[in-house]
């Protein structure tokens, strides 16, 4: 392990070298993840074949007259979407509040000769 570059001795790190790897690098921790954009992410769930399908039955029944069936076939889409949109939030939200009460690690090893217990 001493071989490697910027490795440190048996002793471990100075409490200056974790200090400034801190500042460097970060803390060690759960990556934030990008949020999709609200937008994105229904006019993603617009482009899927089978709600593309129901807004043309939708548009076609609207030309035809059937304007309660349209408004229908619109409303259920919409619907959808919504629904849709709550479930990935809440799904999201969820795992990465379980993750980080999962992974909040402890990490133990020597630091300027003594050993040491601290927030990984």
Do not use: C
């Not at 048996?10 to 937008?39: C, F, W, Y």
Request: hydrophobic share 55%; aromatic share 6%.
């Amino acid at each position: 392990m001493s071989q490697n570059a910027g490795a440190a001795s048996d002793a471990g790190l100075s409490s200056a070298e974790a200090k400034a790897r801190l500042a460097s690098h970060g803390p060690n921790d759960i990556a934030q993840v990008r949020r999709i954009t609200a937008l994105t992410e229904v006019g993603s769930f617009l482009l899927n074949p089978l709600v593309v399908i129901l807004l043309a039955a939708s548009a076609i029944s609207l030309v035809l007259g059937y304007v309660t069936d349209a408004g229908i076939i619109v409303l259920i889409v919409l619907l959808s979407v919504v629904l849709t949109s709550f479930r990935h939030d809440a799904d999201s939200g969820f795992a990465v509040a379980t993750a980080r009460l999962i992974y909040r690690v402890m990490a133990s090893g020597p630091r300027s000769r003594r050993w040491l217990l601290a927030p990984w």
